[in-house]
Every structure is written in C-alpha cells, then in structure tokens.
C-alpha cells in the first residue's frame, strides 16, 4: 500500500515513514533532520545570550557615560598652599607636637589625607613661580612665568573656575594675599604678566570679554580697586573699581573686619560680594592673632565662604567651586621667616580640617583637593655653619619664643630710622634699640651678637634679612634660598578614589587642573575657544622672560 504524506506537515509524514525508509529526493534522515534542529536551537540561544549580554553592557555603559555627562549636585573646594614644600610640614608637626606637648605620632590634619605628589616645572622654567603654578590648576596647561592663564603662545586659556560659572556653578576665591595676586588671578582672569594687577581687577569684578564669572571674593589688596585719586590706591590710574563693581556688576562690599562681622558666618551674604579687609596682605597669622579685632583669618574667611555658597546653591542643582590660598606661607620662605611659617601653616590646616568639618555635615557631595603650586625657600630642618661640627637637631622652641613676625619687626625699624637716622654718632643707640625692642622682645633672641648687630646700621634696607637670619640660626632651621626651588610638593584630598582610581602617585601639577575639571564636568574648552575670539592680540613685544630678578625684591616680583 501507497503510504500517505502530508505536504502541508512534513514533520507528521516523517512519523508515518519506516525507519528505513529513504527519500531520494532530499536525503535526509530523520536523524539528521534532529540533528539540524538541535544545531538551529543552540545557534538561536546563543544568539539571544549573546544579544542580551551586548544589551546589558550598552546599558550600563549608557548610565555611566550619562552620569559623567550630567552628574549629580556637588561641590569641589581646592586649596593651595603656596610655597609650602614637605619640609614645611615637618617643621610645623614637630613645632606643634613640641609647644603643645603632643605624642611624636600626633600629626597635622593635612598628613591625614596626603595622596601623592605633583612635579612643579613651568613651560620656560625647572623652578615655577606662583603664575605659571596656579594656570596649571586653572587652565590645566603648562605654560611661562608670570603668565596668568595664557598659554606660552601668550593665548588665553579658560579656566574652571570660568567654566564651572558658565555651567551653572556658583564660585569663591579665599585668600590672604592680595585678591589679584597671581594665584587667585589665575581663575578669573587673563593677562601676560602678574604685575598687570590694576587690569586683573578689573576682570574679576567683570569687566572682561566673559563678563562676571566670580561670586565671591575673600582677602585682601583694596589698594588694587582704589582710583589712585585717592589715599591708600596703588592703581596707575583714576579708575574706580569697588564704585564700578558695585554700580554695573551689582557687588556688595566690605572692607573691614565690622564689615565681615556682619557676614554672620556666611549666613547675611548678599552675592556678589567682595571683602577686602587689608590695603595689601592680611598680616602674617603671628602677628594677625594680635590684631583680631582688624583683621579676619584664613580659616574664619573660609567658613564664611562655605556656609555663603552653600546657601546660595541650596535650590539649585549645581553646588559650587570654590578656591582657597593659605597665601603667606610662600611669603615667610621668602623672607626664609621659621617662625612665621610654622603658625602659617598650622593656620592653613586649621582651614583645611574646617573645610572637611563643612563636607561632614553637607548633604551635597563635596571633595577637597589641595597641594602647593612650588615650594619656597629651600627649607632644611637642619643647618651645619660654616666652621661648625654637624648637629642632628633643630629646635621649635626658639620658634615659640617669637612673639613677631620678622615682616613686622622690620616694618617698625623702619618707622625707627625714618625718625631717628642713621649717623656715627647714633649707631650704637639704634643697634641697642634693635637688640631691645626686636630682638629681644620680638624673637625672644638674648645672645645677638655685635657682628650680627653692626649689620642694621651697616645695611639697613636688607634688616629683614638679618632678622630671619639670627632666628633660623639659633633653631638650626636652614634656607638654601630666598626664591622657589623645583622640589616636588604633596598633594591631599578627603576623597583618595576621587583622584584617578585613588591609587598614589606622582603626578603633573596639570594633572591636578584636569581633575577639577572632570569632577565639575565643565567644558573648559569652549570657554578658551571663546576668550581667543573675543579677547585682542597681546603686544608681547616688551614682555621679557629671561630678565634677571633682584633677589631682594622676589616677593615684589614673582611672590
């Protein structure tokens, strides 16, 4: 008999079939066919494995790449210790663990939270100056001494501090220099050298192709805003500048410490606002503590600064950036002051545990990075004079005797010989007034010599230098120079994963700038393409890289 196939259910026919049945026309045995659907099913889950394992990775990758592109609310802080090298710290932990009777284990809050070191150099230099130092934070660019964020090419470059205002950011700069000093400078404005202080002014109350791009301004330099109409301006010409940022930027301002006073802490800011509580620097924190009632200090400025832009950004979805200069710790290695430097920096710490006091009890992420743009002075915490067998010690306590800063002993020298000058017949009255009233009762020094004292009647403009001297000696505190020098510094952060993958290292202080930048997730670029448009070409045609530097006047010059 015929067997039946059913052409519409070949599956079916195959049943109906002997086994050994052969059809010429396909060839296939029932076997092979099973075998095909089994190979088919594998091929199709594997396919759908794969499919949804491609599925899952695009996901995540989108989220992660989404979550870059637009992060959540947060904060950054950073701050600079300018001039402050490793040395620095050792010298101020073992001060403060000697003055307060602390265990040799206790340390500074900073060596709590170091990460790793950056190298220094400049574009057109091994040893960086403050400029040069600072535009690699701002601009994330090398480039020449002197230059505030412009490019070796003398083309400016934007900075994050721009960028973040552009993208919705609030921002501050704390310092206790002067506000247009060459750090605070570097992240709001554009010039070829840091002695253009009258235009850089100008552009950090606003007035440049950007517009206004700073919140808040803490420290000191009024001198700069001052018309030089009137007492107490250093400007080189008549203009106004505290009139102009507040009639045509809407500044408010204070410019005493009545004035930050009625700040309340942070909470009464009317933003923008700008305290300039000093003509020049805010004294040295040695003789600051002195004057309280006149002048605030660096960790009061920034409590101030963080509760003010934490209220402003309370309803808005971007927090703030904020930077913060311990100023005047490069200027005590300037001086090569020991004294001065130590309660700078343990100021400066005070600053920075108030600054992770603020991150401890914000609800919007914060990170602090901080390091130094060079160190200054080339400190040892250790000498061997000349003559002398090597001694392998150095002593705080004849930092704790000092009641002054040398910056201040030399300034009522000064005011001294202006009214009493210097003859044969008044040299001995005058080092016996020094010996006194500096010395002594300044230092807490009892032994100078007459070598040492016959110095301020012989050099008396270089007096500062004959202070510094007699206290470094007598701790046994060495300074190799009065300038920078290309020694790596640290760098210290609350949140070690948020650097890189949070490994230490060492790293380019461009490094650092990069970081800000991709936390903020701010595009800087478009911020320098936009200043090359709008900005005119500079004449560099006087601007003198290589000119030789009157070591005596450093602090004037390169800071």
Same mark, same amino acid.
């Given at each position: ?45 594997l396919l759908a494995t794969a499919a949804v394992i491609v599925l899952a ?187 102009? =940022? ?7 301002? #204070? %410019? +005493?410490? @009545? $004035? *930050?006073?009625?700040?309340?802490? /942070? ?6 606002f700008m305290g300039l509580f000093a003509s020049n620097d805010i004294p ?20 101030? =600064? ?7 950004? #309370? %309803? +808005?979805? @971007? $927090? *703030?950036?904020?930077?913060?200069? /311990? ?219 290589d000119a030789p530097i009157d070591e005596y006047h450093l602090r004037d010059?390169?800071?």
């Open positions: 008999m015929a067997t039946m196939t059913n052409e519409n259910s070949p599956l079916l026919a195959d049943q109906d079939r002997p086994d050994n049945f052969i059809d010429n026309d396909t060839e296939t045995t029932p076997k092979t066919t099973s075998r095909t659907r089994e190979v088919a099913l594998f091929i199709w889950a990775v695009w996901i995540q990758h989108n989220q992660q790449t989404t979550s870059r592109r637009v992060p959540e609310k947060r904060n950054l802080v950073m701050m600079v210790s300018d001039g402050m090298g490793p040395a620095s710290l050792s010298l101020t932990r073992s001060y403060r663990q000697h003055v307060h009777g602390l265990p040799i284990d206790d340390t500074l809050v900073l060596d709590q939270h170091f990460w790793g070191t950056s190298r220094t150099r400049s574009s057109n230099s091994l040893v960086t100056d403050s400029a040069a130092g600072a535009t690699a934070f701002s601009c994330g660019k090398k480039t020449y001494n002197g230059a505030i964020s412009v490019t070796p090419d003398y083309e400016p470059c934007g900075t994050v501090l721009e960028a973040a205002k552009r993208a919705g950011y609030h921002t501050g700069l704390v310092v206790t220099t002067d506000i247009t000093d060459a750090t605070p400078a570097c992240f709001a404005s554009h010039v070829l050298m840091r002695v253009m202080e009258d235009d850089i002014a100008l552009q950090e109350i606003g007035d440049g192709v950007l517009g206004r791009s700073v919140d808040l301004m803490l420290g000191g330099g009024r001198c700069h805003f001052l018309p030089n109409t009137t007492e107490g301006s250093c400007r080189l010409d008549d203009v106004d500048v505290v009139r102009m =940022a507040k009639e045509k930027y809407n500044w408010t301002y #204070a %410019d +005493s410490r @009545k $004035g *930050f006073n009625s700040l309340k802490g /942070g909470n009464n800011v009317q933003l923008p040295f924190e040695l003789d600051r503590r002195n004057m309280n009632d006149t002048y605030p200090s660096l960790s009061e400025m920034a409590t101030t =600064a963080l509760r003010a832009l934490e209220l402003a950004t #309370a %309803d +808005s979805d @971007k $927090g *703030f950036f904020l930077m913060i200069e /311990g100023s005047r710790i490069d200027h005590a290695g300037h001086y090569n002051d020991p004294a001065a430097q130590v309660n700078e920096v343990i100021e400066y710490d005070r600053a920075f545990k108030a600054v992770l006091d603020f991150i401890d009890q914000s609800n919007t992420e914060t990170v602090l990075v901080a390091t130094s743009d060079h160190e200054t002075g080339g400190l040892a915490t250790a000498i061997q004079p000349p003559g002398h067998l090597p001694v392998y010690n150095w002593y705080p306590q004849v930092l704790a005797n000092a009641s002054s800063s040398c910056e201040r002993l030399t300034a009522r020298f000064q005011d001294h010989i202006s009214s009493n000058p210097i003859s044969d017949s008044s040299a001995d009255k005058i080092k016996s007034w020094v010996n006194d009233e500096l010395i002594v009762s300044g230092l807490g020094i009892t032994d100078a010599t007459d070598s040492e004292l016959d110095l301020f009647v012989e050099k008396p403009a270089e007096a500062i230098y004959h202070l510094t001297d007699i206290i470094s000696l007598r701790a046994h505190v060495g300074w190799s120079t009065h300038g920078h020098t290309a020694v790596d510094v640290n760098i210290y952060t609350s949140d070690p994963k948020g650097l890189n993958d949070g490994s230490r290292r060492n790293v380019e202080n461009t490094d650092v700038g990069v970081f800000l930048r991709e936390y903020l997730d701010v595009d800087v670029e478009e911020i320098t393409k936009e200043l090359q448009e709008k900005m005119a070409k500079p004449d560099v045609s006087m601007l003198k890289l010059i390169i800071g």
